[in-house]
């Protein structure tokens, strides 16, 4: 019974390069969330992705991030040009319907050098 | 918006001690509460969760809260802690029909053999 699958789990950027955080939901949820955890901070919200659909993002930065969840394959969470301040562990989260609990997965941790 | 506040950064414990976590939120209507834990390398799972009913609420591996409205508090207790709940816990509040958990800063609880 896989449950919510993160990969990879640490992540080592150079400011200025791309990361790219993979998400796989639990079988049979097609609801997919991500939050981010800064530093001696609690876990924020991000986006909440259906399949091929973004639900809502308002929690994302308006400039360098982007999610996506297509029909197939995992979800993936796109941080381009990355800076020091995105240096957080990334989580994702799935569920069967928007109402139902939120399965976690392990999280993603980003270090930018 | 809502704010969910943890009063401890760091708890350490010896075993067989008891355990109390506080956790007030802020939020003007009806509430869903949720206590996660997340032992060391693993995905954050739930412990336990509240949307109406008894405002007493049993969780798994023995852990309980309960839910005071009065006070905007869910706090999280066990009587008898052992060397093997050593974890970060989260507090996390959500509108009832919302699909965004607003989550507190963590309480890291290290309990001593």
């Known amino acids: 019974n896989a449950g919510v699958m993160q990969n990879p789990r640490h992540l080592v950027r150079r400011r200025g390069q791309e990361a790219r955080l993979r998400c796989s939901p639990m079988?049979?949820?097609?609801?997919v969330y991500w939050y981010r955890q800064l530093p001696e901070e609690g876990l924020k919200f991000m986006v909440y992705?259906?399949?091929?659909?973004?639900?809502?993002e308002s929690g994302m930065p308006k400039e360098r991030f982007s999610a996506e969840f297509p029909k197939e394959g995992p979800s993936i969470l796109r941080i381009q040009q990355v800076v020091r301040g995105d240096s957080a562990a990334y989580f994702c989260?799935?569920?069967?319907?928007?109402?139902?609990?939120?399965?976690f997965g392990p999280g993603t941790r980003l270090t930018v050098l | 918006a809502q704010s969910v506040s943890q009063h401890n950064h760091h708890v350490i414990l010896s075993e067989a001690a008891s355990l109390e976590l506080g956790c007030n939120y802020s939020?003007?209507?009806?509430?869903?509460l949720f206590w996660y834990v997340q032992y060391p390398g693993q995905h954050l799972q739930l412990l336990l969760k509240?949307?109406?009913?008894?405002?007493l609420v049993k969780g798994i591996k023995g852990f309980e809260a309960e839910f005071i409205k009065s006070k905007f508090s869910f706090n999280l207790r066990k009587p008898s802690v052992q060397w093997s709940d050593t974890a970060e816990y989260f507090c996390?509040?959500?509108?009832?029909?919302?699909?965004?958990?607003?989550f507190g800063a963590g309480t890291t609880v290290t309990v001593r053999a």
């Open positions: 989260a799935s569920s069967a319907s928007g109402f139902d609990e939120q399965f």
């Open positions: 079988k049979g949820h097609s609801h």
């Open positions: 992705l259906q399949k091929e659909n973004i639900i809502d």
């Open positions: 939020y003007g209507g009806t509430v869903n």
């Open positions: 509240y949307f109406s009913g008894d405002p």
């Open positions: 996390a509040v959500r509108g009832p029909n919302d699909y965004k958990l607003s």
